[in-house]
């Protein structure tokens, strides 16, 4: 669901942890019908105690960034657009439209190269239904994984074949039947056996579609194997798994776990990033793209409440990539703060 074209980034939130400074997403009403905060409200400190006492335990917010997004947000809804027509085209045609996937692609990854810096501002889409996560969630995927090879050093021509890669790295699942791949519950056996079989459409997609770069089949082909072997649909371990594919599984783990589904609510993208941290110790994602990865969005993410040392609750509003323990945030008066400069002051918890 993207609501609004303007910079923000929109997070689901505890009640419990808001701090003041958000902006509502929708417009909730008591049991009476009565209206407790609308949409496009800013949700003051009484509004949150009113959340809480009509039972409301989350909810969508948005966070105003003090940054510029690295993409234009236009840019990212319009990408969400077109991969919408390349999968429909998939689904009819069996074929991938490859240079419409190519200028997406390239548009997005040029605004990330244009705007890479030490201090990192990314915006997401907010998808409203299950299908309109499949396009929302290939975007993202690419621009994340975009931002971690070009952190991990990779060249402009391996940039641009990885954003391509990602654009498209679950295009097999336009063959999955619909009322697998749009289950508001979870999957039998049998059916998610159907479903990791995604992965294998998408490569034959691919070749039937004239891309035979073994670095964007890998993409799509692998992206759900893990180091230790435990993975689908191969059991593909550690070197046999290529940089492309490690980069797309990191990234489309975080993307899933912070996406809102039908069959599972939204984690925070604090609680995402300690479950792929996790998942790293495990030897099952790559340390490497991981590490790369928390450096550019932060172990304490875009839109995470934290309490510094002094008492004060804050909300992160910008990542510095040099230093993710100490994001820029904004305290509970209005204040920014960019902790890289603000010795005095450090992260001690955060408020889930």
Not at 228 to 236: A, F, P, Q, R, T
């Amino acid at each position: 669901m993207y609501l609004e074209a303007e910079v923000g980034q929109y997070v689901l939130k505890n009640v419990g942890s808001l701090t003041g400074l958000e902006t509502s997403l929708e417009t909730i009403t008591d049991r009476n019908g009565s209206i407790v905060v609308r949409a496009g409200e800013r949700i003051t400190p009484e509004k949150i105690e009113l959340l809480k006492s009509n039972g409301v335990n989350r909810i969508w917010v948005k966070v105003e960034e003090v940054l510029p997004p690295l993409v234009d947000v236009r840019k990212i809804d319009e990408a969400k657009e077109q991969i919408q027509q390349v999968f429909d085209t998939v689904a009819t045609k069996l074929r991938i439209e490859t240079e419409q996937v190519w200028r997406v692609s390239q548009t997005v990854l040029n605004d990330i190269v244009r705007n890479y810096g030490d201090k990192i501002s990314l915006v997401f889409l907010v998808q409203q239904t299950d299908e309109d996560y499949t396009y929302t969630h290939e975007v993202h995927v690419s621009m994340i994984s975009s931002l971690v090879g070009l952190e991990m050093g990779l060249k402009l021509e391996e940039l641009s074949h990885l954003a391509f890669s990602a654009m498209i790295h679950d295009v097999g699942k336009a063959l999955v039947p619909k009322e697998i791949l749009l289950a508001s519950r979870k999957l039998t056996p049998e059916e998610f056996e159907i479903m990791k079989k995604h992965v294998a459409f998408g490569e034959r997609i691919c070749r039937q579609s004239g891309l035979n770069d073994e670095r964007v089949i890998s993409s799509v082909r692998d992206h759900h194997e893990k180091l230790d072997g435990s993975g689908y649909l191969s059991g593909l371990s550690d070197r046999q798994i290529s940089l492309f594919a490690r980069i797309v599984s990191v990234v489309d783990i975080y993307d899933a776990l912070v996406s809102n589904r039908s069959y599972k609510p939204s984690w925070t993208p604090y609680k995402a990033m300690t479950e792929i941290i996790r998942l790293a110790s495990l030897n099952k994602l790559d340390a490497k793209v991981v590490k790369s990865m928390v450096s550019l969005l932060g172990l304490y993410p875009i839109g995470t409440t934290v309490v510094l040392n002094e008492g004060t609750k804050a909300i992160v509003v910008g990542v510095n990539r040099r230093n993710p323990l100490r994001p820029i945030v904004q305290i509970e008066n209005g204040e920014t703060i960019d902790l890289t400069e603000e010795k005095n002051l450090r992260v001690v918890s955060v408020l889930e």
